[in-house]
């Protein structure tokens, strides 16, 4: 099935451990990003794409890392987890076109620090 | 940098009653205008999108929204919610120049009465 696959669906680690949270999509897409949702917050984004080898931070970009080497994947980094990145994390992509863009999200990734 | 507001962080309806979500953003240029919706421990779904031309937009589950220039808003309605409807509502506008970047209000919870 075409789409975004992000994995793990749930994941906890200590505080301190790293990890890396992975995203890939199928459909070709040139731009990619990941966003962590929190109660009353909505939707933030972390990191973005515009292409492979091209990344660029978002609004809360602290404590994490991105790259880019293939246009399929879209890799997430928590260099060492605090209890303030407990959240959940959704990777997306998303075309842009003449009749505008649309984007495609993953079905999310949990994330609990202890 | 594009913002967006909604200013109801909860609404209660009666099954059968009409529904207003309300959503204003703002952004220098043209904005693409986004509606997803989540249920508990979901991801997000799409409901309506718009881009250009009729400002009246139609999306899935009966829902519709308009889009005011003037007021710098995308309402969304419904005519007569369904007990399905109870579910958290996210307007999000996108910036196509800026890396399809989309920035999300802070979410509506709408609660459902029997």
């Known amino acids: ?24 999509q199928d459909m070709n897409h040139e731009y990619m990003s990941w966003y962590r ?12 794409s515009v292409g492979a080898g091209i990344t660029d931070q978002g609004e809360v970009p ?18 060492s987890a605090a209890p303030s ?11 842009s076109g003449a009749q505008g863009y649309g984007y495609t999200f993953g079905s999310g990734t949990r994330l609990t620090v202890v | 940098a594009q913002s967006v507001t909604q200013p109801d962080i909860h609404i209660t309806v009666s099954e059968g009653a009409s529904l207003e979500l309300r959503c204003n ?4 240029a043209t904005p693409y205008l986004f509606w997803y919706v989540q249920s508990p421990g979901q991801g997000l779904q799409l409901l309506l999108k718009y881009f250009s031309g009729d400002t009246l ?18 309402n969304l309605r419904k005519p007569s919610v369904h007990w399905s409807d109870a579910a958290e509502y996210f307007c999000a506008v996108g910036a196509r120049a800026a890396g399809n970047k989309l920035t999300f209000g ?8 029997p």
Do not use: W
Not at chain 1, 62 to 79: H, I, K, M
Not at chain 1, 85 to 95: H, L, M, R
């Open chain 1, 1 to 24: 099935n075409a789409g975004v696959t992000q994995t793990p669906k749930f994941q906890v680690l200590k505080t301190g451990q790293s990890m890396t949270l992975q995203c890939a």
């Open chain 1, 37 to 48: 949702q929190d109660p009353g917050m909505g939707l933030r984004l972390i990191h973005y």
């Open chain 1, 62 to 79: 602290n404590g994490y890392n991105v790259s880019r080497s293939t246009t399929e994947d879209f890799p997430l980094r928590l260099l």
């Open chain 1, 85 to 95: 990145q407990t959240s959940v994390y959704f990777c997306a992509s998303s075309y």
């Open chain 2, 25 to 28: 953003y703002s952004y220098g």
């Open chain 2, 57 to 74: 937009v139609q999306g899935i589950k009966g829902f519709e929204a308009e889009f005011k220039r003037s007021q710098s808003s995308f």
């Open chain 2, 106 to 113: 802070g979410g509506t919870r709408v609660l459902v009465k």
